[in-house]
C-alpha cells in the first residue's frame, strides 16, 4: 500500500502518518518526491487500513498495490485448476457445451431438450428449478419438481446437471440433486450463499454480478474458495452498460482477462449476456476464439412458448447449427469440443 | 403492448401475431402506418407476453406500454405513503435524519455517537450488527450483540433504530431489535429476503442496487408491497458509473423521480453515495434541496480508527456543522428539519 | 410514433395531443386500452416531434417506432455494402487486416513496420499522422510530414493507407495522402467534420464513440452518407464502462448487431477496445469468429519505446502470431483471410 | 510514477526498468516489500512513460501519483479563478443564473424570452445559434442571424450573452458576438476547438463530456488555459449511464469535487443533465445545494412549440417558481443570488 501525500504536506502529517501505520503493526518506507512525499507501508496489510489513512491530513490517495484476492489469484497459484464433473473437465484443453433449457417447464419440455442437445454434442445439461425475475409477477420455476426432472434426464441422458440456488435454505437440496451449483448474478455478492455453497461439496459455477468488476468477482470467488471448495467456475453472462440495443454487453475481454489473473476456468453465457437469440450463436463463437473453456446456451424446443427468457434461447435446429460452426472455431485456437 | 412488424412484414406474419395475442386471451387492434404495421394488444398482459411476442417471425420490436409496477406507482396511488417510527413520519413535510455508524463496534462508539447524533438532532439512529463485504477478509460486524447495543441505545435516548439484515434467517431476529429493516444495494434482488422482509411486521428501508434502474428498483419494492407491508421507505444510495473520484455517482434526479412515479418516501444516503467524508456534507444538502424525505449520514467519534467506512464517516463536529446547514436549506424548499 | 396516454388523461388532453399532431400534417389513430388510451401518429414524422408531445398534459410518454436512421438502415438497403480500397474488398466474403503503428514516429520506424505487416499478411497499412491525445502534454503526431511518410510507404508495398483526419481544415490535405480517411472515437458526433469528410471522395471509416449508443453510431454515420459517399466502413474500438482493468469495453456483440441492422462493414480495433497488447490477439480472433468484416491492429517494432500507445502495440513477432492464429479462425466462419 | 513489480520478478527484470527510468533522465527509488518489490520514479514525468514502463517484463502495474493537470488544479493555484462578464462575477459568493431558449429561433422568441428571464432575475442570456444535433435531419440553428439576435438583445437588455462555438471555423465569428464562448459536451476533446477557443480572448464554459471523467474534463481545460486563458468555467451537464428515465445522470458531486481539486467555477446545467422540465427545478436548486457558482436553465415562451429540446424548457412561469425558490436555497448555504 502507498500512501501519497499532497503537494506541501507538512512534516507534521508524515510523521501522524508513519505512526499510524506502525500503530498498526506495520512498516512505513519514506521516499521524498520533487513534488510529493511519498510512503510505502510494509506488511500483512488488511483492506479497511486504506479507508483508515486516506482520510489523514495532508493525504491525497492510499494505493493498493497488492491484489485484494489471493486464493483465486494465478500469481499464487499458477497452476490452471480443472473441475471434473461426470466424464467432463472444464478448465482443461477442452471446450465443453452446457445447453438446455432456461426453466424446466415440463417433464416433456425437458425430455425434448435434453435428448436433442445431447444429440447435438451438448456435455453438460442445464435447467432452472428456481427462477430469479425482476417482477414478482412472473414465472418462478418448479421448485423441486424442477430438480426431480433434472435428476430423471440425467439418469436418462448421463449428461452432468447444472442448476441454480438462489438462497441459503436451497442450498442442501440443491446439491441432493445438482453436479454443479450454480450461483446467478444477483447473488454473486450474497456473502452467505456463497460460503454456504462453498460448503456444499459440489462444484460451483459463479456467475458475475451486471455490475461487478473483475476483481470484486474474484473476491466473491473468495468467499467459497475459502470454504475449501477449490471446484469452482466462473461464467461471464454481461454487464451492464448505457447501450440498450443488447440486453446486457458481453465483456468477452473478461474471457482472457480471468485467463490471465486467474487459474479458475471460464464459461461464457451468451443467451442472458445478449439477450437474443440471434445473437447467441456468433457470440458463441467468439467467447471460445477468445478462450473461453466452455459455453453455456439456452435451448427449448419452441421457444415462441417458453415461460421463461424464449427470446434468448436457441430452437434445436439452431443449436445443431451452432455446434457445427463451433467445433471448427475450437480447432482454430487449438482447443477440442468434447463429445458426450 | 405494442407489436411493431418491420417494414415488408407479409400478411402471414402479421395473422401470425395476432392468433398468437388471441391464444393469451388478449384483443389485438391493427394500425396500418405509412411504413410499418402496428399492432396493439389490450388486456390483462403478463410479463412474458413481450419475450414471447418479439421473436415472432416479422416482429421488428415489442414496446410495453403499461408500467410493470403496480402497489409502488404514483398513478394507482395518488396519495404520498408515510410510515411512522417512534414519535418520527418519514413522507409527510417533515426531514429526517437517521445517523450512527456504518457498523456496530462497541457499547462506548455506539453510546458516544447515539448521544452526539441525538444531540445534534438525528431522530433515529443507525447501525450495522450483520455488514456486507465486498472482501471475506474484512470485518463483518458484531452479529446479534451488534442488535443488543443497539436496543440499548434506544433504550436510552429514545431513538427508534434502523439496521441491515442479510439473510432470510435473520429476519426474524432483526425485526425483534429493529424499528425499521435495512435491505443493502447488494441485496437489492435477493427476492427471498424481499418477500421474507415483507412479511416481518416491521417498516422496511429499500436501497437501490448498484446498477438498478429506477423501475427495477420500484420492481423490489413490489415484492415487499405484495406480502401486504405497506411501510415501504426507499434510499438512493449511488449508482455504479464509469466515474472512479467518487465510489457511486449519486443520483440525485433519482429523487424527484421518485417522487413523480411513486408515492413511497425516500431517503438519501451521501455516504455510501459518495465514499467520502468531504463530498457527504454538500450532497445531504443538495438531496434535501431536490426533495428528499430525509437523510442517511454515517457518524463515528474516531473516523481514522473505524473499523468500516471510516472514509466517508462524518466526526461529531462535522456532523453538527451539516445539521446547521440543513434545517434552513430544509425551510428553503418548505420542509422541516424534525427534531428528536 | 405512439403517444401514451396516461391513466385518467382527460378526453380534453387526448383532443389536445390530436390537434397538434394534425397541426402537424400527420394524422391519428385511436386506441382505448384497458387502463389508457394510446394514439398513434401516421405520416412522415420529424425527430422533434416526440418532445413536443411528450410535454403536453396527460401525456405519459411519447414512443418512437421507425429507426431514425435510413441510409445506413438494412431495412431500406438490404444488400451488404462492399469498399473496395486498392486490390482489397472490405465488406465481402474476405476478412481484411490493418495493421501499423498508432502514430507515425519516422521514417525508419513506418519503414520497418510497414514491410513486416505486409510481410505477415496485411492488406491495408495505419498509421496516425494527427493524433489526439487526453493531455496537451502528450505527442501529437508528425502532421504532413507523417501523411509525406505513409505515402512513401504505400509505393513501396503497394498497401492503401488508412489515417485520421482531426478537424475540418485538414480534411483535404489528409484526402490527398489517405486511402481511407478515418474519423475517431472523440470526434463521432463532430459533425462538421463527419460531412466534410463525407465530401472528400475518400472512403471513410467511422469509430464508434466511447459512449456512443449503436443508434447514435449509425446517426453519425447518417451524416457521412447524407453528403453520398457510400464507401463508409463502421469500426468497434470499445465504449467506457465502469470496468477499469481494460481501458474500454470492446462490444463484440456491436459486430452481429450492426450486421443484421445495417448494411455497412464493420471493422474491430482490439488494440484500442482494450489498451493491452496482450489481450489483442484473443480479442481479434473472437471479433472474426462474431463476424467482422476485418480487424485494425497495432504494432510497433519496439513497443516499449513507442511515443503513443505502446502497452497496446503488438511487436512483428506477436503479429505474425496472430495472423498464424486469424486464418483459420476466418476459415471456421466460412471467411477467408484476404493476402497482398 | 510508481511501478510495481510483480510477485517473483527477476533481479534482471527489475534492473531493466531501472535503466528505463534513468534512460529517460529520471531517477528511481527502490522499495521491496513482503510480496513485490516497488521502483519510484522520481523526476519531471511525461505522461507516455506510464505506458511504456507497464510493457516491460516482470511490471504488474504503473501507477500515476502525480495529477495529469496542473494548470486548473488547486493544488497548485489555491485561489478561486474568478470570471467577470458584464457586471456579473463567476465564481466568487454569488449565484449567477444564465437563462434562454435551446436554441434562438426567431426575434420574437428570443426578444420575449430575453425579456422574461430578465425580469424574473436571470443575468446572464443563453441561446444557440449553432446547434449539435444527433441527427442530420434535425433543426441546426440559424447560424449568424442567431448570433446577431443575441447581439441585440444583449443591447436591449444589457445581459451579457453565452453562445456554443462548434468548429474552429466559426471560432472568430461567434467571438465577436459573444461574452463567453461554450463549448459543448461532444466538443470536449475537439483539441483543435479547444485550443482556439482558448486563443479568442473571450471567457470560455467548458461542458463536461458525456462519458468524460472529472479527470479528462480537467485535461481537457488543460488545453485552453495552456493558451494563456484564465477565464476559464466548467459546466457539469449530466453524463451516461445505464438509467434511462433521464437522458442523462446528472453528477451533483461533481460540484463539490471540482471546488475540491480546482480553482475553476462551476456552473449546473439542469436542462441538459435530466432531459425532462418537470426535474429542473429541483436539480437547480440541489446543485446550489452543494456549492454550484451558477446555473444554466432553458427558457421558451411556448415549450410545446420549441425547435429543440422544448422537453426540457421551462415556461416563463416555471422559470419564476425556481427563481423564487432559488433565492432562499443559495442563502442558505451562505451565498447570494445576484440581480441583474
Known amino acids: 500500500m502507498i500512501v501519497v501525500m499532497r503537494v506541501g504536506a507538512t512534516d507534521q502529517q508524515i510523521n501522524a502518518v508513519m505512526e499510524r501505520i506502525r500503530a498498526a503493526g506495520l512498516k512505513e518506507h519514506l521516499s ?9 507501508v510494509l506488511g500483512q496489510i488488511y483492506p479497511e487500513l486504506k479507508d483508515t489513512l486516506e482520510v489523514l491530513p495532508g493525504v491525497d490517495e ?30 482443461g484443453e477442452d471446450v465443453v457445451v ?22 447435438a ?10 427462477k430469479p425475475s425482476t417482477s414478482p409477477y412472473s414465472f418462478r420455476g418448479l421448485g423441486e419438481r424442477g430438480l426431480e426432472l433434472l435428476a430423471q434426464m440425467k439418469a436418462e441422458t448421463g449428461l452432468p446437471v447444472i442448476t441454480e440456488v438462489m438462497t441459503v435454505a436451497d442450498v442442501d437440496l440443491v446439491a441432493r440433486y445438482a453436479d454443479i451449483l450454480q450461483i446467478g448474478a444477483r447473488n454473486m455478492q450474497n ?17 458475475r454480478g451486471l455490475s461487478a468488476t473483475i476483481e470484486e468477482w474474484l473476491l466473491a470467488a473468495e468467499y467459497i474458495l475459502a470454504q475449501g471448495n ?12 448505457f447501450e440498450s440495443y443488447t440486453r446486457n454487453t458481453m465483456d468477452i ?15 461464457a453465457d451468451p443467451s442472458h449476456g445478449t439477450g437474443k437469440w440471434h445473437l447467441v450463436t456468433p457470440m458463441a463463437l467468439a467467447a471460445v476464439a477468445a478462450g473461453a473453456d466452455g459455453i453455456m446456451v439456452e435451448v427449448h424446443p419452441n421457444p415462441d412458448s417458453a415461460l421463461k427468457d424464449g427470446a434468448q434461447s436457441l430452437n434445436f435446429d ?23
Open 121 to 130: 454434442g451438448a456435455t453438460v445439461l442445464r435447467g432452472g428449478a428456481f
Open 253 to 267: 475481454s473478461a474471457i482472457p482477462v480471468i485467463e490471465k489473473v486467474s487459474h479458475l476456468p471460464i464459461i
Open 230 to 241: 477449490k471446484e469452482l467456475i466462473l461464467c461471464e453472462r454481461g454487464i451492464r452498460t
Open 191 to 207: 456473502f452467505f450463499l456463497l460460503e454456504e455453497a462453498g460448503k456444499a461439496g459440489k462444484p460451483v459455477m459463479l456467475k
Open 98 to 119: 452446457i445447453a438446455g433449457p432456461c426453466a424446466v417447464e415440463s417433464e416433456k419440455q425437458l425430455f425434448e431438450t435434453a435428448h436433442a442437445v445431447r444429440a
Open 318 to 340: 439452431n443449436f445443431r447449427k451452432l455446434m457445427k460452426l463451433l467445433a471448427p472455431v475450437a480447432a482454430a485456437v487449438g482447443r477440442r469440443l468434447v463429445s458426450p
Open 32 to 40: 521524498h518526491g520533487v513534488e510529493r512525499t511519498i510512503i510505502g
Open 62 to 91: 492510499v494505493i493498493r498495490v497488492s491484489k485484494p484476492y489471493k486464493l483465486s489469484s494465478r500469481e499464487f497459484h499458477p497452476e490452471d485448476t480443472r473441475v471434473k464433473v461426470g466424464g467432463v473437465t472444464i478448465g
